[in-house]
């Protein structure tokens, strides 16, 4: 690839990033309009997206397989065109069931991006962990930009509008990834073995604790990112009543949240993972049960900080797979824990919604998440540290 493609490669995969959580963060804002025109309650019309969620999860470990049997390259086209055309078509339904459709389709070729878009990303990686930080900030600036962009389109137009406008931008971007970066080739082959310099058994410890700390998170992350509108809606009618309020809002905390993934990115290029697993869960557990009983500013305040310990955490487990795991194998590596982290993460809508109804509301969904968040601390007490693994022995690698 020539000097001036790999330039535009990262921005565009950055890119990709924003499109990525912006569609996928489209209909939790959305909702509040459709259950009002509808006329039917929120916990209702919230598990039309269940779909998408679930799909979002299940289909990453076909994307990752193709991309590292076909090509990554072509894989982000299909993903930009794909997730475009889904959004836009979903702009046109008019029955329920038309929206979960469309939303399953979203879903599906979103679920794309993170097992091919991050294994590009780190596979030449002169600071990995700035690296996967920026690129965390550009995914939480998308879900920033799907409240408020969602609530003006809302205000301004229709809910359609809200599908309409950025299935159109994730076509033009992928026009633009076609005609500015040119395709790398296949993966390099280098490696027989999954794991680099590490012992087969360290390798299993490794990843069987990745997939707690990935499930875990990936809770935490969807039921928060998913509820934050209702949210706001319920606890700061003080302060705004307006979509476009909400939307400004839940994007401000999101927007200043999302730096934390720059931050951390700087921490794993110089502390070891074990520390900084176990300090974010620190963090997120007394915020996520502070944040079940406020109202007004104090909740806007407690939602900042709480949302700075969820983006925290996002690049952590990456960081585990660019770190540990060779080139030609990262993109299934990376698929397996997508669907771990989204096919659980799914689970987010049930929850919200059972919860929801229950006499506690909101109250219930951070104390339950509070309660997961000690899970993650307790599988990260047992993730080896740094002067264990160079002590490891690298004569049986893993397979």
């Known amino acids: 690839m020539r000097a001036m493609d790999r330039r535009w490669l990262v921005p565009f995969i950055n890119l990709g990033h924003f499109i990525d959580h912006l569609a996928m963060l489209i209909f939790p804002t959305v909702v509040l309009s459709l259950a009002r025109q509808w006329e039917r309650p929120y916990s209702e019309v919230l598990p039309l997206a269940l779909g998408g969620f679930i799909a979002f999860g299940v289909f990453s470990l076909p994307s990752g397989w193709l991309a590292d ?37 979203v879903g599906m070729f979103a679920a794309i991006y993170h097992p ?24 939480n600036l998308g879900l920033a930009a799907a409240a408020i962009v969602s609530g003006a389109l809302m205000d301004l137009w229709s809910w359609r509008a809200a599908f309409f406008i950025p299935g159109v931008v994730a076509m033009a971007a992928g026009a633009g990834f076609a005609l500015l970066v040119e395709d790398p080739g296949p993966v390099a082959k280098r490696s027989k073995s999954i794991g680099l310099h590490i012992d087969g058994r360290t390798m299993a410890r490794i990843f069987a604790i990745l997939v707690v700390a990935t499930a875990c998170g990936g809770v935490i992350f969807n ?69 079940a009983n406020l109202d007004g500013w104090p909740m806007l305040a407690a939602a900042f900080f709480m949302m700075l310990a969820v983006f925290g955490q996002i690049p952590l487990n990456d960081a585990i797979v660019g770190r540990y795991c060779a080139d030609e194998y990262r993109a299934r590596v990376y698929a397996a824990r997508y669907v771990v982290t989204f096919t659980v993460a799914a689970v987010a809508v049930p929850l919200i919604s059972l919860l929801h109804r229950t006499e506690g509301g909101f109250r219930n969904v951070f104390l339950v998440l509070a309660a997961i968040a000690g899970g993650m601390l307790l ?15 690298s004569v049986a690698p893993a397979t």
Do not use: C
């Not at 049997?69 to 069931?97: C, D, N, Q």
């Not at 780190?122 to 995914?139: C, D, Q, R, S, T």
């Not at 476009?244 to 949240?257: F, R």
């Open 223 to 291: 039921s928060t990112t998913v509820a934050m509108p209702k949210v706001f809606d319920e606890r700061l009618r003080a302060l705004t009543q307006t979509s476009l309020g909400i939307g400004a809002l839940v994007a401000a905390v999101y927007t200043t949240a999302a730096f934390a993934q720059v931050v951390m990115g700087t921490l794993i290029d110089r502390f070891e993972l074990r520390r900084l697993m176990i300090g974010v869960a620190l963090l997120q557990i007394p915020l996520l049960a502070l944040a």
């Open 379 to 393: 599988a990260s007490f047992f993730f080896p540290s740094r002067l264990s693994l160079t002590r490891a022995p």
């Open 69 to 105: 049997h076909w090509s990554r390259y072509k894989m982000m086209l299909v993903f930009f065109f794909g997730i475009g055309a889904s959004l836009f078509l979903t702009g046109f339904a008019r029955e329920p069931w038309q929206v979960a459709l469309g939303l399953g389709a």
């Open 116 to 139: 091919v878009g991050i294994a590009m990303l780190v596979a030449k990686p002169e600071k990995m962990g700035m690296a996967l930080g920026w690129n965390g900030l550009f995914g």
